[in-house]
């Protein structure tokens, strides 16, 4: 059967996952954009009734139209991976490194370091009544779309009405924003410190830990290691650009304890910095070298990070 390819991932089609798992599903063919002329709708196959565990085919990347029988029979053989299934999510089985990475002395799970809320689902933007200037009855806000990896969004302000209710102190102090959708981590630290509220299509992250500041925690989320930790772990969805990124698979992942990494800490917070006002691949590369330092990769697994996060980039 042939559907619309949301339920794979929405946090509102558990149920459906669950009572398709329990159906026999066996093989999954996510297709994407481009299968209906006409239609902007990513679509996927799905097959029930086959034993042997459940097969992912990621052919979101091929072109559509020129598909034929044969070759898209050839293609599935080709890309197919084993997916695991936790209850109502679905997930690619981690790397051997990414087993190994998880396993590390000296490092802590994200929950115990960090805090990720989403932006407000209240905050209404009409692009006609956003303003450059503050003026009587508004309030700032972050125009998230403006927003990149190591770049920090603009501010503008909108009438209060558009967002009646909201947690000033969820919007105020350091923070880091990450986008929302996707398959990497992009993020940049909020430039005021001040009050400026989040749209949900943002997650707003805080430091919980006085020893890891905005720019160090940035940096991690920033580097391409944990892009790729993310993406070869049990909720990551690699290639799925319109996924929204798992809270729950964001705490999963391991980060260095602070007490046990102050030099290189400190050296990746100056990076981040540098990086926010300017630029440079020297920079980027460097802040990537000591991420791989810390968590003790070898050239042939530092060459498998950088060959499945090629697309990660300074933008």
């Not at 603009?154 to 929302?180: D, E, M, Q, Y």
């Not at 993406?231 to 046990?260: C, D, S, V």
């Not at 006002?277 to 991420?291: C, D």
């Amino acid at each position: 059967m042939i559907v619309p390819n949301t339920w794979l991932t929405l946090p509102r089609y558990a149920d459906v996952r669950r009572l398709l798992l329990g159906s026999g599903l066996s093989s999954i063919v996510d297709l994407g954009f481009g299968v209906f002329r006409g239609l902007n709708v990513p679509s996927a196959i799905f097959i029930s009734g086959l034993a042997g565990g459940l097969l992912y085919a990621d052919l979101k990347g091929l072109r559509k139209q020129s598909l034929t029988e044969e070759s898209l029979d050839a293609a599935v053989r080709s890309s197919r991976r084993r997916l695991s299934a936790n209850g109502g999510d679905f997930g690619f089985r981690p790397t051997a490194l990414a087993k190994r990475l998880s396993a590390l002395r000296g490092f802590v799970r994200g929950d115990q370091l960090f805090k990720v809320s989403e932006g407000e689902h209240a905050l209404r933007v009409e692009r006609e009544e956003v303003s450059e200037e503050s003026g009587p009855g508004t309030f700032p806000f972050i125009l998230d779309w403006t927003a990149g990896r190591f770049a920090p969004p603009r501010l503008a302000f909108l009438p209060s009405a558009r967002c009646l209710k909201f947690s000033a102190a969820l919007h105020a102090g350091p923070r880091v924003i990450l986008r929302k959708t996707g398959d990497q981590l992009v993020s940049s630290v909020c430039p005021v410190r001040g009050l400026a509220v989040a749209h949900q299509n943002v997650y707003v992250v805080k430091s919980l830990d006085a020893r890891l500041c905005v720019h160090a925690l940035q940096a991690l989320l920033g580097s391409k290691l944990l892009t790729y930790l993310y993406r070869t772990g049990p909720l990551g969805q690699p290639g799925r650009m319109h996924a929204q990124l798992r809270i729950k698979g964001l705490y999963a992942l391991l980060f260095p304890r602070p007490e046990n990494f102050r030099a290189e800490l400190k050296e990746i917070e100056g990076i981040s910095e540098s990086l926010h006002e300017e630029k440079t691949v020297g920079a980027w590369a460097r802040l990537n070298r000591i991420v791989y330092e810390m968590y003790g990769l070898t050239r042939k697994e530092i060459a498998e990070v950088e060959a499945r996060t090629a697309d990660v980039i300074l933008r």
